[in-house]
């Protein structure tokens, strides 16, 4: 099995690793309702859920809330 005679220096090593960065994310402004949300991904204004501008669920609750016991169910 091959391996390394001389060690690897930093220098070397950190060149490699100049493209290993994180990127921000996609952030857009809706033009409908002027709220900032992640591109191509659905976001909730006012109780609404939207969708490329558009309203896809009106009176949106979302799943894991309506799952969850309150306190006189307890």
């Known amino acids: 099995?091959?391996?390394?005679?001389?060690?690897?220096?930093?220098?070397?090593?950190?060149?490699?690793?100049?493209?290993?960065?994180?990127?921000?994310?996609?952030?857009?402004?809706?033009?409908?309702?002027?709220?900032?949300?992640?591109?191509?991904?659905?976001?909730?204004v006012e109780g609404d859920l939207y969708l490329h501008g558009k309203i896809a669920v009106k009176d949106y609750a979302p799943v894991a809330a309506a799952a969850a016991p309150t306190e006189d169910e307890e």
Do not use: F, N, W
């Open 1 to 44: 099995m091959a391996h390394p005679k001389r060690r690897t220096s930093k220098a070397r090593r950190d060149k490699r690793r100049t493209h290993d960065k994180l990127t921000p994310k996609a952030i857009s402004i809706c033009q409908t309702t002027g709220e900032t949300h992640l591109r191509h991904k659905a976001y909730v």
